[in-house]
């Protein structure tokens, strides 16, 4: 797949055919999530693959927005860890990279994801801490859902000119 391709075409997708995901793929976007970049190069990203349906449930009860997960035949839980992080702060940013490495690998892979977001919603974090018995200084920061996509969507122009800027922010003319 091309870079563009995959940069301009990859979507959020939400339904999922019964075909499981193979490990190998699994290993691959995890991968690709490792090799994203964080600051100084700290690497404070842990993961957790999961699938068991008990896990996606207890998820999907406690965020409003994760009822994909029981239709996905895997998910990936993204944490940062505290004691990893370059400093305050950068955990949340350098996961967000890894995050968006693995969408584009799974699009790569011919599958669907979603990114499902945690961080910085306490009652998520808290609630998914719980779930998967995180140690207190590993915090989650996403879940994305994964599977073999059931809908077609379309790319749409994203791009909105009035957004960019050359050099500085101009005055405004009054």
Avoid at 27 to 56: C, D, L
Wanted: hydrophobic share 40%; net charge neutral; aromatic share 8%.
């Amino acid at each position: 797949m091309e870079l563009f391709d995959a940069l301009f075409n990859r979507r959020s997708i939400r339904q999922y055919t019964n075909q499981k995901v193979e490990d190998e793929l699994l290993e691959k976007i995890i991968s690709a999530g490792m090799y994203a970049p964080s600051a100084v190069n700290k690497q404070p990203w842990h993961f957790i693959i999961f699938r068991n349906s008990h896990t996606i449930d207890q998820i999907a009860a406690v965020h409003p927005n994760a009822s994909m997960l029981k239709h996905a035949s895997a998910g990936i839980l993204i944490c940062f860890d505290k004691n990893l992080e370059h400093d305050d702060g950068y955990g949340p940013v350098d996961c967000a990279a890894a995050t968006q490495n693995m969408l584009l690998a799974a699009h790569g892979c011919g599958l669907g994801a979603c990114w499902i977001g945690i961080y910085p919603r306490v009652q998520r974090i808290e609630a998914l801490h719980t779930i998967f018995q995180l140690p207190e200084h590993v915090i989650p920061f996403a879940v994305i859902s994964l599977g073999y996509a059931d809908e077609q969507t379309i790319a749409t122009n994203r791009v909105r000119p009035e957004r960019i800027r050359m050099e500085k922010w101009p005055h405004s003319k009054k």
